[in-house]
């Protein structure tokens, strides 16, 4: 509730926020709660967050419009370079999915971060363990741009029937990801 939640972030210390309700959630749901904070007390808060990384992901999303993609992604996601091969994927993949609570969809980038393609987990699986990963990636992706309206966003998954989309900035790098629930208030 929102009145609720407005009272509870009244009672609490930037640093109780942080530590005790941040870092708990994952970076786009932590920028949705730092967002409607005064810019003073949001500083502080981000000041508090002992993960610096994840300060850093939430302080980039607060930089994009609330009705964007920008706005809607979570930073928080499976990338892997095309050029491991199946059991480094799976090494990496291993460290990644520890910030992650829900892995949909394994990203395939270059060394540039530009984002390839997809990885079906159970190709990764089945495939011998010397074997490149761009040699199994699945390149017809679906994307958009940080800038995107959330209207469009929405529209392209219900088109497409997506569950989660991967957001790019404008050199087509791999930047975050939104999940249908991050678009249900849009629908």
Do not use: F
Not at 31 to 46: F, R
Not at 115 to 131: C, Q
């Amino acid at each position: 509730d929102d009145v609720l939640r407005e009272d509870l972030l009244d009672e609490l210390s930037p640093k109780e926020i942080a530590q005790e309700v941040i870092e708990k959630l994952e970076s786009d749901d932590a920028a949705d709660l730092i967002g409607e904070l005064s810019e003073k007390k949001q500083e502080e808060v981000l000041s508090h967050i002992e993960n610096e990384d994840h300060a850093s992901d939430i302080s980039d999303l607060l930089s994009y419009p609330e009705d964007t993609a920008g706005g809607l992604m979570a930073k928080e996601l499976i990338k892997v370079n095309e050029n491991w091969n199946t059991l480094q994927c799976l090494r990496e993949m291993r460290k990644q999915a520890e910030h992650v609570k829900q892995v949909h969809t394994i990203y395939v980038v270059d060394n540039n971060d530009i984002l390839l393609g997809s990885m079906s987990l159970r190709k990764l699986l089945l495939t011998e363990t010397n074997t490149p990963i761009k040699k199994i990636i699945k390149t017809d992706i679906i994307s958009v741009n940080a800038t995107e309206d959330d209207e469009s966003v929405a529209n392209i998954m219900n088109k497409y029937d997506l569950v989660v989309l991967p957001v790019v900035d404008k050199k087509n790098q791999l930047i975050g990801r939104i999940t249908i629930d991050d678009v249900m208030d849009v629908i």
